[in-house]
């Protein structure tokens, strides 16, 4: 036996508590090859016996035995199986999918028991012919007559190769003529298979069946063979197989889907876009602004050197602990950026100046650290730089003119160059103000004539009277035994950077702990080498406001994508209720939840995809366009202050080209597919009956 209904009832409860009874105490018995034709006045039970038996719907008591077995425990994912393998439908109403030809009406059956798509074709092409459409397998259900339709609706309940044929008055919706025509093909194409048959013609149920079931308020009334030499008593198992939609043909399902909306799907995906244009400019400004920060500050004369000084703890309170023996700055010296280390070994400030045995006032004291240094004052420079091997000086203007009147000269105006070549006399003080280098000084004084080599204009970011160079000085001190006993001791030493771009790397290079820096300890507590550098910590305070104008701006931004997440949900959401029957129609031959979630997932995936890649294209258009306002308006000359970095995002390090674009282009399908999510859900919670009754 291959279907029973036992003892089977259907209650359907109206309001609260009444309920009416459809089927009452139902007992029949189903062969393979018979075709069967339930008869009854509308209203009789006729559609919910059919939907029963097909397991769309599930009877209030008795059961469904199924080859012997009784379905009382099956669950849902049974019922989809069943369905999927053991079920063709032919519905009244048609029930094709509209946005879909004849073919892929057919082909589409075949997606959910996961043959491939060679097979599927040809398959669909087959019935196709075999239902007499081979003209019409690529117009669509409105390019079709009812007949048409419905011969559509035969191929696709065959396609799974069933054994089960359910029929709920096929011929209902067409004239007598066609309603002959498709109740032979039925006949015909379903010989080998069980067909139960809902009808309320007479006269076609009894030329076509071999079997007649007279139904009444629920109740059979008479169940008669006829045609009994016709009966094919066939014996076959039921099919098993499982298989289930690919995300590739739920893609393809809901690309043809959004072809019809495109209306709606342009203004979503503009609406989804803006945010993410709107993040990578942000982030391209940001990024060009650092840059252009980078590069202006770089320029100053002093970006290429780092003060460096020796911390040691408690070093106000006691003197005698300064260590006899550092090699503080080796570590610096392994660095390869670094060109130069020079010490400061704490004349620095603690010097006065002698002309004919008076002290010139108001003097602060700077060395010149390297020639790349040089470079970037010689347009205010007249004479020349002291030599590293000879005992000479560079002096401001106002240097110059206290030594010329010093000597008794009179300054020409805004000349100064008088002072060139006038020898003066350099004095180590024995007092200073920090005690590291007064601990250095203590008892002795030393005095050096040194030569005026020229006057000097102006220099960036520097406003001292007199500059010397370190070589000089260090090997006058040294000679003069000045470190005696103290080699070694490194207080201050300025480093030179070979690519000034590199400052902030060797500036937190010297500060690491491992290269004998304090790393991130206290300054007043910590000993070890402390690097600073004024440029470092002007770049690192625009970035940090740069950063933090970006975050701000890009949380602002997100409301935009937070509006189109909102707008493809309901995108999605319309989307699901239009879509009803086509997921009842999917429901039906066999569709599982997971596939009618993934149609909508993907549709989700392909609008959260559009909108990345819009919101990419518009803002590489947006960019020279924004950079050009922005150079105009702040009247700046950088080729680009707005930047969109292709490599690497704020909040990453990794260095794949186009990380940034494609990060946005996945968080915008992430967002849509988020947003798509519950829409999705909803359309599995869509009733098969209900969405097929809706007419
Ligand atoms: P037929 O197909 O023979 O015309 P149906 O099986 O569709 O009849 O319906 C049988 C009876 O059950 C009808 O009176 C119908 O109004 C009622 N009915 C069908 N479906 C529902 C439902 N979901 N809720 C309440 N009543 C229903
Ligand atoms: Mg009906």
Request: aromatic content about 6%.
């Amino acid at each position: 036996m291959l279907l029973k209904l036992d003892k089977l009832s259907k209650e359907y409860t109206i309001e609260k508590k009444k309920s009416f009874s459809a089927l009452s105490n139902v007992n029949l018995n189903f062969e393979k090859g018979e075709f069967v034709s339930i008869l009854g006045p509308s209203g009789c039970g006729k559609s919910t016996l059919l939907n029963i038996i097909a397991g769309l719907d599930q009877p209030t008591t008795g059961d469904l035995i199924i080859e012997g077995k009784s379905t009382k425990k099956y669950k849902k994912r049974n019922w989809d199986l069943y369905r999927k393998n053991n079920i063709g439908f032919v519905f009244q109403s048609f029930n094709l999918i509209e946005h879909l030809s004849a073919l892929e009406n057919v082909e589409i059956v075949m997606n959910l028991i996961g043959l491939p798509k060679k097979q599927r074709i040809e398959r669909a092409k087959d019935l196709l012919k075999q239902v007499g459409l081979e003209t019409h397998m690529d117009h669509k259900p409105g390019e079709l007559s009812g007949g048409q339709k419905q011969r559509v609706a035969i191929a696709r309940a065959l396609a799974n190769d069933p054994d089960i044929i359910l029929a709920d008055e096929p011929t209902g919706a067409l004239d007598k003529k066609t309603g002959i025509q498709i109740m032979q093909l039925i006949k015909e194409v379903a010989q080998d298979k069980l067909i139960i048959m809902v009808t309320h013609n007479r006269e076609l149920a009894y030329e076509y069946s071999t079997r007649v079931v007279a139904i009444l308020d629920g109740k059979i009334l008479k169940d008669e063979n006829i045609n009994e030499s016709e009966k094919n008593s066939l014996k076959s198992e039921l099919k098993k197989k499982d298989g289930k939609m690919s995300f590739g043909d739920a893609m393809k399902l809901s690309l043809r889907n959004i072809k019809q909306k495109m209306g709606r799907i342009v203004v979503t995906t503009i609406a989804g876009s803006i945010g993410i244009a709107g993040i990578l400019l942000v982030i391209g400004l940001s990024n060009g602004a650092t840059d252009y920060i980078d590069v202006q500050t770089n320029s100053f004369a002093s970006a290429n050197i780092i003060q460096t000084s020796m911390r040691f703890k408690d070093v106000a309170l006691q003197k005698t602990d300064y260590p006899k023996d550092i090699k503080v700055y080796d570590s610096i010296k392994k660095n390869p950026e670094v060109l130069k280390v020079r010490e400061n070994l704490g004349v620095k400030d603690i010097a006065s100046y002698e002309v004919n045995n008076e002290t010139l006032k108001d003097i602060t004291f700077n060395s010149l650290a390297g020639e790349k240094y040089l470079l970037n004052i010689e347009h205010a420079l007249k004479g020349r730089a002291p030599k590293d091997d000879k005992n000479e000086l560079l002096v401001n203007k106002d240097m110059a003119k206290k030594i010329i009147e010093k000597y008794g000269l009179n300054p020409d105006k805004d000349d100064y160059t008088k002072a060139i070549g006038k020898k003066i006399k350099v004095v180590i003080q024995e007092k200073s103000t920090d005690p590291i280098t007064a601990a250095l000084v203590l008892g002795k004084k030393y005095t050096q004539d040194f030569e005026v080599v020229g006057v000097v204009d102006e220099i960036a970011l520097s406003s001292s009277s007199v500059y010397y160079s370190y070589d000089a000085v260090d090997a006058w001190l040294k000679k003069d035994g000045y470190f005696a006993g103290k080699e070694n001791r490194v207080v201050n030493a300025e480093v030179v950077i070979k690519d000034v771009h590199n400052n902030e790397k060797v500036l937190n290079y010297i500060n690491a702990k491992e290269n004998g820096g304090i790393g991130g300890e206290k300054m007043t507590e910590a000993k070890g080498f402390y690097a600073t550098s004024q440029i470092v910590m002007v770049k690192s305070l625009m970035t940090t406001l740069i950063n933090l104008a970006q975050a701000v701006m890009i949380v602002f931004i997100s409301v935009a994508l937070v509006v189109s997440a909102i707008l493809i949900g309901i995108v999605i959401f319309s989307s699901v209720l239009e879509r009803k029957k086509e997921i009842g129609i999917l429901k039906a031959v066999g569709a599982r939840n997971k596939d009618i979630a993934r149609i909508f997932r993907a549709e989700s995936a392909l609008i959260g995809l559009f909108a990345g890649v819009t919101g990419v294209v518009a803002a590489f258009i947006i960019q020279p366009i924004a950079n050009q306002i922005i150079n105009n308006v702040l009247n700046i000359n950088a080729d680009n202050i707005v930047n969109i970095p292709l490599t690497g995002i704020p909040f990453t390090d990794i260095q794949i080209p186009f990380v940034t674009v494609i990060s946005l282009i996945f968080i915008s399908i992430l967002v849509a597919v988020l947003a798509g999510h519950f829409p999705s859900r909803r359309a599995t919670k869509i009733q098969v009956v209900d969405a097929l009754r809706d007419e």
